[in-house]
């Protein structure tokens, strides 16, 4: 199959020919037909698999045929959990739709509101948005959804994990009854699914590949290393293998910022992104990093989230996630596309318990290999992958930290999201992944939450 065959006009195809595109991906084949006839669309795939061009193309085939958007109104929102992936999605339209006489415009926190103010008074076709800013935009009314045609969700699981229900459900109430939804993820949890019951029409559901799978192009393996080790077995290893773009992953903001300064000295040319950095600077560290002037770009998850970047060829998990399924997200931000890739955990005797899960929730227990002169204390036992070893599934509360009856708040929050300041506790004025001001609950304010460990951000 040939995207030619898909239905899409000659300067869309040629856009993606331009782009060195020629065969559909799975996702792209079995979604864009779908979005072209109008329907709507639940689909499910890995990262790296061409989710973004799977609604992108179609929406710009779809919207070129339409009338323009007048003044303050938008005609397809699509909706992105962190300022990055809105980023990218946003360069999606413009390079597939850099022949169309169709507008478009992106708009997040951490910068400016009043040029986005400027951009939407002229009406855009495509709008892509965080959460946060756009409904500060609509208070403002800087925006208007009367003739909205297209809603897309995109990383939905994502935003759910980051407490965005909240907003969704404001910004769902805005939108016209009458319009094609569309949704795609990495995975479709039961949380997702009870949103889609009140949003999707008989949706096509679209799924290429097992949930909470990793792709078979990834080489997966782990690194047992004692934990105060842990930056000189990463200075060897990018080193010796002389590795020229590593993406890290750090569990903190400290730590990510304490890593990438410990490179640097080394001589391994480093930057930090995550939620405490201005979007200037995480603009320039992935920049940077793209065209190699960065080697190693060291990540929280929530700064990471959705980044594409061509031809990654590895990615190392300094710190493991708390949550299991981030260490998927993680990983799959390498062998994209069918690219192959090298996915490395350097992991210590504390977080035997964080591996354990994470080979539960693959179903396969990862290759140790340890590095001669950073032999552990303490050995990395294999898990035991037999089914009556399997944790439970969690219910939709627990997966929500719905505990008590409240609704919809965020399944555990860390020191990114609750305070400005790294490991902080107090229910500070917090700043959301697309950089808005968020005031903490009356509750929040009585009383810490008990026994709630810190997400991987």
């Not at 892509?128 to 003739?147: C, E, H, I, N």
């Not at 690194?223 to 020229?244: E, F, G």
């Not at 060291?298 to 299991?324: C, K, M, S």
């Amino acid at each position: 199959m040939s995207f030619d065959s898909l239905g899409l006009s000659a300067p869309i195809l040629s856009a993606v020919a331009n782009k060195g595109y020629h065969t559909p991906s799975p996702i792209q084949a079995q979604a864009i037909p779908a979005v072209l006839a109008g329907k709507d669309v639940m689909a499910a795939a890995q990262t790296g698999t061409g989710k973004t061009a799977g609604f992108t193309l179609p929406l710009l085939e779809n919207l070129m045929q339409g009338t323009k958007a007048p003044r303050k109104q938008v005609r397809a929102l699509v909706l992105t959990p962190t300022r990055e992936l809105a980023a990218q999605v946003a360069e999606s339209v413009t390079t597939y739709g850099s022949a169309l006489p169709l507008k478009s415009a992106v708009v997040f926190g951490g910068v400016g509101i009043v040029p986005q103010i400027q951009q939407l008074a002229r009406g855009v076709d495509i709008l892509v948005a965080t959460p946060g800013r756009l409904l500060d935009l609509y208070q403002q009314g800087a925006v208007s959804f009367k003739q909205l045609e297209v809603l897309v969700l995109d990383e939905a699981d994502r935003m759910l994990d980051m407490g965005f229900i909240h907003d969704i459900k404001k910004i769902l109430a805005l939108l016209p009854a009458k319009r094609q939804n569309l949704m795609f993820s990495a995975t479709f949890s039961d949380d997702i699914r009870a949103l889609a019951k009140g949003l999707v029409n008989n949706p096509v559901e679209i799924s290429v590949t097992p949930r909470n799978t990793t792709a078979n192009t990834v080489k997966q393996w782990i690194c047992p290393v004692d934990k105060t080790r842990k930056s000189a077995v990463l200075v060897q290893l990018i080193n010796d293998n002389n590795w020229q773009q590593v993406l890290v992953f750090s569990r903190t903001k400290h730590g990510a910022n304490r890593l990438a300064k410990s490179l640097d000295a080394k001589g391994i040319t480093a930057a930090a992104i995550h939620g405490n950095k201005s979007q200037g600077a995480r603009t320039k560290a992935l920049a940077n990093f793209k065209t190699g002037e960065v080697r190693v770009l060291v990540a929280t998850d929530i700064a990471a989230r959705g980044l594409d970047i061509d031809q990654l060829p590895q990615v190392v998990n300094f710190d493991l996630p708390n949550v299991p399924e981030d260490y998927v997200h993680r990983i799959g931000r390498t062998g994209r596309a069918g690219a192959s890739g090298q996915a490395v955990s350097l992991v210590s005797h504390e977080e035997n318990k964080l591996l354990r899960d994470i080979e539960r929730l693959i179903k396969q227990n990862l290759p140790r290999e340890v590095i001669a002169g950073f032999e552990p204390t303490h050995a990395l036992a294999d898990t035991d992958l037999s089914p009556a070893k399997h944790a439970k599934p969690r219910n939709n509360k627990q997966r929500s930290g719905n505990h008590n009856g409240r609704a919809n708040k965020p399944r555990r929050q860390s020191s990114e999201q609750r305070s400005g300041k790294p490991g902080e506790n107090k229910p500070n004025r917090s700043k959301d992944a697309s950089g808005n001001n968020s005031k903490p609950s009356n509750q929040s304010r009585r009383r810490k939450p008990a026994n709630r460990k810190p997400a991987a951000l």
